[in-house]
Structure formats: C-alpha cells, structure tokens
C-alpha cells in the first residue's frame, strides 16, 4: 500500500510506487529535471493542433479501423475525409476511445487545477468508451471491484494509453518542472501498467514538448533517434515478440530497439509507408504501433495532411496510429496547419451528443494552464 499522500503529491506517489515494484517503469535521469517554460512567444495554436491532430485522426481512421490496407483501398479508395460509420450516418468527424480517452484526461486536469491520478481513473468509468480495447476494459472492471487506482492497470503493451497521453503536456508549459515525466508515468499506469508502455508514453510526451517550440520540422532520423534516446533507459530489460508479419520468429527484445534496428532498415531502404508497416504489422501493440508512428512521421512528418492521410490508409490499427501521428505534426505545425475541412466538419464530441465540446475545452485548458490568456 501507498503512504498517505494529499492528492496533489504526485511525485511522493510515483516514489513510493518506484520503491516498492508498482510501477513497471526504470527510474531514468529523465526524472531529475525539468524542459523549463516555454519561451513568451509560444502560440497556443501548437496546443490546439496537437490535440486537434488527435480527434481528427481518429475520426478519419475510425470507420475502417482494423482493415487491412488492401481491402481498406478496395471498400473505401483512399480516404482523405471524414466517412460516415455505424455510430453516426452523415460525413462528420466523430470519436472512438482515442478521442475520449485523451479529452476527459483533458477535461478531468481542468476541473482539478492539476492532475489528479485517482481522479483521470474514476473519470475514465463514467461514460460510454466507443471502440475501447481489451486492457481498458479490464481496468475498468478492476476500478469497479474496489482496486486501488495504482493496481488497477494490466500489464499490457497494447497502445491505449500511448493514444491518449499527449495532454499531460499542457498543464506543465507555464512551469516545465520535472513533474511532468512524474504525471506522465503515473497517468500511463493507470490503463497500462507495462514497462514498454509506459516508456512509450514518456519519450512521446518529451518529443511532444520539444516539437512545440522547433520553428521547423526536424531531420527525419531525428525522429527514431530521440526515441530510443529517452525510452531505452526507461524501458528496461523486456521482451516483446511479433504477433505476425515477415519478422514473427525472428525479432524478441525491447520496443525501443524495435525501433531504432528495424525503422531505421526500412528508411534506408526506402519503403513506403504501406510496406514499412507490412514489415512489422501495425495493429494495436506497441510493437506495431510505435515503429508504425515513427516510420510515418519520419517520412511525412514535413506534411502534417498527408501524414496523417497516410497512417489513415496504410496502417491496420488506423484510427490510432493516425490519432498519434495527429498529435506529433500538430505540436510541430499548429491548428493553422490543418486543413479547414477536417476541422470545420470536426463534431468536436467526447460522447454521442456534446457536439463543440472538444474546442471548449481547448479553450478553457488554455485559461486554466497558460499564464496569460
């Protein structure tokens, strides 16, 4: 069990989980300092786009999630806008747990002045999840039996708390202190109490807080580089398999090495996205998700349009990887970089029915965490 802590001292909890083997991360220098506040002339318009990257990703990938890319192309041609799906018959964007997930985190640190772990958990049991995942089910039946929010995550290396991680970065851009990384490794456990997983969700969240202050997209190496620069001493000593795919049988070893030995072989080989992601598969394991990511993003990471077009059509676990890949290039592009009929036929729902509610937020996370308005 936990000491007792007030809620708010979130750096005490993730020490005592540390020290006492609850929480499947290594305790890397990543924790002992901070990415300092973003400069005065940071436009909040990064803010907007990466988390509008998020919904429209999802929306755009959500009705044929899980195709193929073969049949996706057959069905659907190449999808470049919103289609209508079994939960809405019209054209617009509308979410799936990618969204959901990441907007009441959002939705639960506004209310809460910070983020408070107990409070992200409880809030994630309160509403209808839309596509949700085997891991996220199994938390929330662990949550409703009277777990302790620390235990109640499996683990797992599936991708969904690496889907909905990106708003732990908004309220630390005022301060930028090291309890950031502290946030973020508590708020991935919550779902996804797994060492790949949670390093995952802390090399993409640091990638994100730099991406927000370049001026212009990086070298495309420079994308797996850093990942596997900060998750390898995180991560540990796992060992991942493939599910399928050309490397079944031939690969076993971290997420992180995945990364930087077969990501790297297909960029020097030239692969499109579509073989790329045939390579190692891409449904919803990190194993597939994070080499998927990477690979779009060091290819297109220049396009925000067309890296996201491209994770839409040429992944299986699209609405994911594309909800990714939407975070990344709107950190690095802004809102202003999308295009305005994603964000004009955007539904902005977190439900079935609060339509606007995403750009709501977003406005009210910028009053709550920024320190001018």
């Not at 979130?10 to 929480?23: K, P, Q, T």
């Not at 305005?340 to 079935?352: A, E, V």
């Amino acid at each position: 069990m936990l000491r007792s802590f007030a809620p708010t001292e979130n750096r005490g909890i993730f020490d005592d989980l540390v020290e006492g083997g609850m929480i499947r991360v290594e305790r890397s220098d990543l924790f002992d300092s901070g990415p300092g506040p973003v400069p005065q002339h940071f436009e909040y318009d990064r803010v907007e786009g990466m988390m509008l990257g998020i919904a429209i990703g999802d929306a755009l990938g959500i009705t044929t999630e899980g195709m193929v890319p073969a049949k996706r192309l057959e069905l659907f041609g190449e999808i470049r806008d919103y289609i209508p799906n079994r939960y809405v018959n019209k054209p617009i964007g509308f979410p799936s747990d990618d969204t959901q997930l990441a907007y009441w985190t959002l939705e639960q640190m506004i209310e809460d002045g910070r983020f408070i772990p107990v409070n992200v958990a409880k809030r994630f049991c309160q509403g209808k999840i839309f596509g949700i995942g085997h891991t996220v089910k199994q938390f929330i039946r662990n949550h409703k039996a009277g777990v302790p929010w620390y235990q109640c995550g499996p683990d797992s290396a599936g991708n969904g708390a690496l889907m909905r991680i990106a708003p732990m970065v908004i309220p630390h851009l005022a301060d930028g202190t090291e309890d950031l990384w502290v946030d973020t490794a508590l708020s991935a456990m919550i779902t996804h109490n797994d060492a790949g997983s949670i390093a995952a969700c802390l090399a993409f969240v640091c990638i994100l807080r730099q991406l927000m202050v370049m001026d212009k997209a990086p070298d495309p190496h420079w994308w797996s580089k850093t990942y596997v620069k900060i998750a390898r001493d995180l991560e540990g000593d796992t060992r991942y398999q493939p599910r399928s795919g050309p490397l079944l049988g031939k690969y076993e070893g971290p997420l992180w090495k995945m990364v930087e030995e077969n990501v790297a072989d297909a960029c020097s080989s030239n692969l499109s996205v579509k073989d790329a992601c045939a390579r190692w598969y891409s449904g919803a394991y990190l194993l597939e998700t994070l080499p998927s990511v990477i690979y779009i993003l060091m290819r297109y990471g220049h396009d925000p349009e067309e890296a996201i077009v491209r994770a839409v059509n040429d992944t299986k676990d699209n609405d994911t990887i594309a909800a990714i890949v939407g975070a990344a290039v709107g950190a690095l592009h802004g809102k202003k970089s999308m295009p305005p009929r994603w964000i004009n036929n955007l539904s902005g729902r977190t439900t079935d029915r609060d339509d606007g509610k995403v750009f709501e937020l977003l406005s009210r996370a910028k009053h709550a965490f920024m320190a001018a308005p």
